[in-house]
């Protein structure tokens, strides 16, 4: 089901002579999507998933039923020595036609509030084409004064994001010269910390190390600026994954979403978060929040296919683990998750076909066996094959699940108090994981760690996924300023203005254009440019039947009633007298 009050930011396209000027168009294309997700009643889809559509010349009818919006914006960018121009359309995916189109030209020190502008006029467009809801005043703060260092950012945010150690290693370069240029470049040294800690985290940086320089960092942001999502989201893998501190690390994640409701990594953060207290109808809230404004991404499926898994549904985790793949093939976790899902459903050919070629194998059989089969001995050449090799490099805990399922059940248990008490990863779900169940019955399962953190604290959290609308006019004062809007047109008749806006409108109001949108749906159940069109198509038609006219061609007298474009027009018609105008004059004329 599409939402109308949805939209998705395609890459803008690079114009420049630089073809090396693509890393500023797809930052600038994610700074957009992120102002525009701030806008809480506003869905927007997230940059891996409009991404997904880059250099690929699909129609955008079906971007858009992919996505499931109803707008889609497409841009250009042009940036030549020190100034930048940006053209804009927002597009209708029901009928292709674009309703908005606007170029933006300034000097590239204005970049900031130039993207402020965009994602603030964009909103607003969508606003008045697809009902009310609040906008901020500002979405886009100037996060350095530097116009280089900005660029230089970008570069590495265009790095960071390939996910590779190679890749992570080159961004903290870009950063760190984009710092040299701005000491007080706050999402500069943030960056650098989800950089650091995630090569700590993957084992390609000693994680003592890995750890100081991520410090270091954050005790440079948090005296810049606390205001961004980055700030208390830095805390969230400390609490989580890190101490297993499940109370601070909703506190923090709640901050996150309080920020920005949308924050994809906020969102996912909760997700897991309810999966390891074992809150699934909790953790599906976030994960369907997740699919929702970023369908494309493997990861998101992945985290579905997660909550399936571990509530033994195990068909539809398959299904969903399936799909996460086609996404991406390399997505190491769905490979394992994928073969557990074989494993409990017993579908040894399909298992066996799709273990070939990889790491583990013989881990892999042998847990199929333990599961599906009787009588299976587990040598003790293999454990101790097991006891030599490093385990902290093992991603998924495969000796652990064979030896919890097999006569060596206390030494499984020893294995994975162990790793509890360690706060390892791969088992901060340990209550959850149906590989584990036997060792729920051994004396000490229960005293292992205990969540902080209980169902009762988190009653509220369902509101951090989607704000209520708020009520910014009363019933009385709607009627009185319902009063004084019909006046204002039938005595001024502003909708002859081809350029009025809604700016406009609350001027003369003396309101906000929060406060003028919210008035026009609640008081005629309707957005702000079906209202105005609404006064247009009742003058045309007093303008189109009086012979006085008769000269006149019908587009003429469209932009005599204060339409500006043909498409808008024809449209707008058709929708509201189910004819067009041609056959409607007609038809009148012939009654």
Same mark, same amino acid.
């Not at 920005?260 to 969102?267: E, M, S, V």
């Not at 003369?508 to 749906?521: A, D, F, G, Q, R």
């Given at each position: 089901?599409?939402?109308?009050?949805?939209?998705?930011?395609?890459?803008?396209?690079?114009?420049?002579?630089?073809?090396?000027?693509?890393?500023?168009?797809?930052?600038?294309?994610?700074?957009?999507?992120?102002?525009?997700?701030?806008?809480?009643?506003?869905?927007?889809?997230?940059?891996?998933?409009?991404?997904?559509?880059?250099?690929?010349?699909?129609?955008?009818?079906?971007?858009?039923?992919?996505?499931?919006?109803?707008?889609?914006?497409?841009?250009?960018?042009?940036?030549?020595?020190?100034?930048?121009?940006?053209?804009?359309?927002?597009?209708?995916?029901?009928?292709?036609?674009?309703?908005?189109?606007?170029?933006?030209?300034?000097?590239?020190?204005?970049?900031?509030?130039?993207?402020?502008?965009?994602?603030?006029?964009?909103?607003?467009?969508?606003?008045?084409?697809?009902?009310?809801?609040?906008?901020?005043?500002?979405?886009?703060?100037?996060?350095?004064?530097?116009?280089?260092?900005?660029?230089?950012?970008?570069?590495?945010?265009?790095?960071?994001?390939?996910?590779?150690?190679?890749?992570?290693?080159?961004?903290?370069?870009?950063?760190?010269?984009?710092?040299?240029?701005?000491?007080?470049?706050?999402?500069?040294?943030?960056?650098?910390?989800?950089?650091?800690?995630?090569?700590?985290?993957?084992?390609?940086?000693?994680?003592?190390?890995?750890?100081?320089?991520?410090?270091?960092?954050?005790?440079?942001?948090?005296?810049?600026?606390?205001?961004?999502?980055?700030?208390?989201?830095?805390?969230?893998?400390?609490?989580?994954?890190?101490?297993?501190?499940?109370?601070?690390?909703?506190?923090?994640?709640?901050?996150?979403?309080?920020?920005?409701?949308?924050?994809?990594?906020?969102?996912?953060?909760?997700?897991?978060?309810?999966?390891?207290?074992?809150?699934?109808?909790?953790?599906?809230?976030?994960?369907?929040?997740?699919?929702?404004?970023?369908?494309?991404?493997?990861?998101?499926?992945?985290?579905?296919?997660? *909550?399936?898994?571990? #509530?033994?549904? &195990?068909?539809?985790? /398959?299904?969903? +683990? %399936?799909?996460?793949?086609? $996404?991406?093939?390399?997505?190491?976790?769905?490979?394992?998750?994928?073969?557990?899902?074989?494993?409990?459903?017993?579908?040894?050919?399909?298992?066996?076909?799709?273990?070939?070629?990889?790491?583990?194998?013989?881990?892999?059989?042998?847990?199929?066996?333990?599961?599906?089969?009787?009588?299976?001995?587990?040598?003790?050449?293999?454990?101790?094959?097991?006891?030599?090799?490093?385990?902290?490099?093992?991603?998924?805990?495969?000796?652990?699940?064979?030896?919890?399922?097999?006569?060596?059940?206390?030494?499984?248990?020893?294995?994975?108090?162990?790793?509890?008490?360690?706060?390892?990863?791969?088992? *901060?779900?340990?209550? #959850?994981?149906? &590989?584990?169940?036997? /060792?729920?019955? +051994? %004396?000490?399962?229960?005293? $292992?760690?205990?969540?902080?953190?209980?169902?009762?604290?988190?009653?509220?959290?369902?509101?951090?996924?989607?704000?209520?609308?708020?009520?910014?006019?009363?019933?009385?004062?709607?009627?009185?300023?319902?009063?004084?809007?019909?006046?204002?047109?039938?005595?001024?008749?502003?909708?002859?203005?081809?350029?009025?806006?809604?700016?406009?409108?609350?001027?003369?109001?003396?309101?906000?254009?929060?406060?003028?949108?919210?008035?026009?749906?609640?008081?005629?159940?309707?957005?702000?440019?079906?209202?105005?069109?609404?006064?247009?198509?009742?003058?045309?038609?007093?303008?189109?039947?009086?012979?006085?006219?008769?000269?006149?061609?019908?587009?003429?007298?469209?932009?005599?009633?204060?339409? %500006?474009?043909?498409?808008?027009?024809?449209?707008?018609?058709?929708?509201?007298?189910?004819?067009?105008?041609?056959?409607?004059?007609?038809?009148?004329?012939?009654?």
């Amino acid at each position: 089901m599409i939402n109308h009050k949805s939209i998705a930011v395609l890459p803008f396209i690079n114009m420049s002579n630089d073809i090396d000027n693509e890393y500023f168009c797809d930052g600038i294309t994610e700074e957009i999507i992120n102002a525009l997700s701030k806008v809480h009643q506003l869905k927007v889809i997230a940059r891996t998933s409009s991404f997904a559509f880059k250099n690929k010349g699909i129609d955008i009818r079906e971007i858009g039923k992919q996505l499931g919006v109803n707008t889609v914006l497409e841009g250009s960018i042009k940036k030549s020595q020190k100034r930048i121009r940006i053209n804009t359309q927002l597009i209708d995916v029901q009928d292709g036609t674009h309703y908005w189109t606007k170029k933006f030209d300034r000097e590239l020190i204005d970049i900031f509030d130039l993207q402020d502008e965009i994602s603030l006029t964009i909103a607003d467009e969508i606003r008045n084409n697809f009902g009310h809801f609040e906008i901020q005043e500002q979405l886009i703060k100037q996060p350095t004064a530097n116009v280089d260092a900005y660029q230089l950012f970008l570069k590495g945010r265009s790095l960071q994001l390939k996910w590779t150690p190679e890749s992570l290693n080159l961004a903290i370069g870009f950063y760190n010269k984009a710092i040299e240029l701005d000491k007080n470049y706050a999402k500069a040294y943030y960056a650098n910390l989800q950089c650091y800690g995630l090569l700590g985290m993957w084992g390609y940086m000693p994680y003592e190390e890995s750890i100081d320089l991520a410090i270091n960092n954050l005790l440079i942001a948090k005296e810049l600026d606390t205001s961004l999502p980055e700030y208390p989201l830095s805390f969230v893998g400390k609490f989580f994954w890190q101490e297993w501190d499940f109370k601070n690390a909703y506190i923090h994640i709640k901050k996150v979403l309080e920020i920005n409701p949308n924050h994809i990594d906020g969102l996912e953060a909760m997700a897991e978060l309810f999966i390891a207290l074992g809150f699934f109808d909790e953790a599906l809230i976030y994960a369907n929040k997740l699919l929702d404004v970023d369908p494309l991404s493997a990861n998101n499926h992945y985290t579905l296919a997660h *909550i399936y898994y571990y #509530q033994q549904k &195990f068909e539809a985790a /398959l299904d969903a +683990i %399936n799909y996460a793949l086609t $996404l991406n093939p390399q997505l190491e976790l769905a490979h394992h998750l994928k073969c557990f899902c074989l494993i409990w459903l017993n579908k040894k050919d399909s298992f066996e076909k799709f273990i070939e070629n990889t790491s583990l194998i013989e881990e892999k059989k042998l847990l199929f066996a333990i599961i599906n089969e009787r009588d299976v001995d587990v040598s003790q050449q293999l454990i101790n094959k097991w006891t030599q090799q490093n385990r902290e490099n093992m991603l998924v805990p495969y000796d652990l699940f064979i030896l919890a399922n097999s006569t060596y059940k206390e030494t499984g248990f020893i294995h994975l108090k162990e790793m509890i008490d360690k706060k390892r990863g791969q088992v *901060i779900n340990f209550r #959850q994981e149906p &590989f584990l169940k036997p /060792l729920q019955h +051994i %004396n000490g399962f229960e005293n $292992l760690h205990h969540a902080n953190l209980y169902i009762k604290d988190i009653s509220q959290s369902k509101k951090l996924v989607e704000k209520a609308v708020s009520t910014i006019l009363d019933n009385h004062l709607i009627e009185t300023l319902k009063d004084k809007l019909l006046t204002y047109f039938n005595e001024e008749e502003p909708y002859l203005n081809p350029q009025l806006s809604l700016k406009i409108v609350a001027d003369v109001l003396e309101l906000n254009t929060n406060k003028v949108s919210y008035l026009i749906n609640k008081a005629f159940n309707l957005n702000f440019n079906d209202f105005v069109n609404s006064y247009r198509l009742n003058h045309f038609k007093t303008i189109a039947l009086n012979p006085k006219n008769a000269h006149l061609t019908i587009l003429g007298l469209a932009y005599d009633s204060g339409f %500006n474009s043909k498409s808008v027009f024809n449209t707008y018609f058709k929708k509201s007298e189910n004819s067009t105008p041609r056959v409607w004059l007609k038809t009148t004329f012939n009654k």
